[in-house]
């Protein structure tokens, strides 16, 4: 699978602090993969996710060692606004800096300030609206939107760049259950047309439905990477960093402790779990 975006022995240390945020990591984006960045607070997932975008150093100050390439070029190649038509990044409080007075305008506004053309700028508009489900939306004032609602715009505002991937940064983390579902839903929509989305976020549940693959991050540090399978079920590391693996997952390796006699295979979500237990309510019927 080609690759996007290569990070190469990073770390990265901020101006003041005695301690690195991003300590020797390595790791690709695939083209088309859905890849989940996971980790405790303050383990250095949006520090990475600021390097890529070259907000750091551009905005944020520091030093950094080791190497950040997009499309097989080193990231200090390119202007900030060029990484961005590229890579989408939708960070946290990205809903609290929501500019316009409606919808439409927000998303047309980075559009207009590229100089993008009226007619394409309408068209990339529409497209961006469709892709999040707000067209319905688009003349409100984004004061009277849902929180999961203003976040589809900022994803949207994002998606009008026509990016090859999208990084959501605990984007639903502060938001409602049901606004989440939305956006995680996008998310998976956005992938299944061939977007690449770099997912991060501490709530297994959700990283367990949709990602492919999983980098572990920890204190600065990569402490694991692989399958989303494979890293999920590692009760072990998860317990660790004090995350908490699936529950189905939980419950599963506890029955199997206890001696009930269930496949190798621990179940990371819900269907895998009906997969196990139909396999085996099945068996005992014969
Ligand atoms: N602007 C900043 N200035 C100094 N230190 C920072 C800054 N932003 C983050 N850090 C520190 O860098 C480390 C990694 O933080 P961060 O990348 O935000 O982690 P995460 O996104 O995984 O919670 C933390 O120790 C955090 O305190
Ligand atoms: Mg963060």
């Known amino acids: 699978m080609e690759k996007l975006i290569e990070i190469d022995d990073y770390s990265f240390r901020y101006q003041n602090a005695k301690t690195l945020a991003v300590e020797h990591v390595s790791f690709d984006v695939h083209r088309g993969e859905f890849l989940a960045v ?3 607070t303050g383990a250095g997932k949006t520090t990475v996710c600021r390097s890529i975008m070259r907000l750091i150093p551009e905005i944020y100050d520091g030093k950094s060692w080791g190497s950040i390439r997009i499309k097989g070029k080193d990231v200090s190649s390119y ?22 007075t409606n919808v439409e305008k927000e998303i047309a506004f980075p559009l207009e300030n590229m100089g ?17 489900h707000l067209e319905d939306y688009r003349s409100r004032h ?6 999961g609602q203003r976040q589809r715009v900022v994803l949207a ?12 940064d605990e984007s639903v983390s502060e938001i409602d259950p049901l606004g989440a579902e939305e956006i995680t839903t996008v998310a998976k929509e956005l992938n299944a047309i061939g977007k690449t989305i770099v997912f991060i976020e501490h709530n297994m549940e959700e990283v367990a439905k949709f990602a492919d693959q999983i980098v572990v991050l920890d204190q600065g540090k990569l402490v694991a990477q ?18 908490f693996p699936p529950e189905v997952t939980q419950l599963f390796s506890e029955l199997k402790k206890r001696g009930v006699p269930l496949p190798d295979e621990i179940p990371i979500n819900l269907e895998d779990a009906q997969r196990q237990l139909a396999r085996l309510l099945g068996k005992g019927s014969e």
Do not use: C, W
Not at 122 to 132: G, I, P, Y
Not at 142 to 147: A, E, N, Q, R, T
């Open 157 to 168: 505002t994002a998606l009008a760049m026509d990016p090859e991937v999208l990084i959501l």
């Open 226 to 243: 692989g399958t989303t399978r494979g890293v999920l079920s590692d009760m072990e590391l998860l317990r660790r960093l004090d995350m």
């Open 116 to 132: 993008i053309p009226r007619k394409e700028m309408k068209e990339r508009v529409n497209r961006a609206l469709e892709l999040v």
């Open 79 to 100: 202007k900030p606004a060029d990484i961005s038509s590229f890579v989408g990044y939708v960070h946290q409080d990205a809903e609290s800096q929501i500019l316009m």
């Open 38 to 40: 996971i980790g405790p």
């Open 142 to 147: 984004p004061y009277y939107l849902s929180g």
